[in-house]
Nanobody, 131 residues
């Protein structure tokens, strides 16, 4: 059974970069067909898809965040990392990592997802943007 784990909660100052890392156990991030996603949920709002990286390391991003987002991975540690730059207090949210088998496709400028669009989720990490 694959497990995904994000770090503990964090505080980031406006204009800086937030960069949570997801650690995967029970399965490899290079296993054929799997996609590794970042999703966020501000308090009281919907789950918003940010971007993902497939098993080959190819990345895809939400159009609304593309200019400020990058994904990277460390295959030796079985981890992948989100970087969202130039953050503002509006970026305060719980950030989740999740896995799917390539079945989810973001077709809009902003994409909202449901829990069952992905087969495994981390517990989420609260990131607060504040000075």
């Amino acid at each position: 059974q694959v497990q995904l784990q994000e770090p503990g909660p964090g505080l980031v100052k406006p204009s800086q970069t937030l960069s949570p890392t997801c650690t995967v156990s029970g399965g490899s991030i290079t296993t054929n067909s799997y996609y590794w996603n970042w999703i966020r949920q501000p308090s009281g709002k919907e789950l918003e898809w940010i971007g993902n990286m497939d098993y080959r390391g190819t990345t895809y991003y939400s159009s609304s965040l593309k200019s400020r987002t990058s994904n990277s991975r460390d295959t030796s540690q079985n981890q992948f990392t989100l970087q969202l730059s130039a953050v503002t207090p509006k970026n305060t949210a719980v950030y989740y990592c999740a896995r799917d088998v390539g079945s989810y496709v973001c077709r809009g400028y902003v994409c909202y997802v449901k829990r069952n669009d992905f087969d495994s989720w981390g517990q989420g990490t609260q990131v607060t943007v504040s000075s």
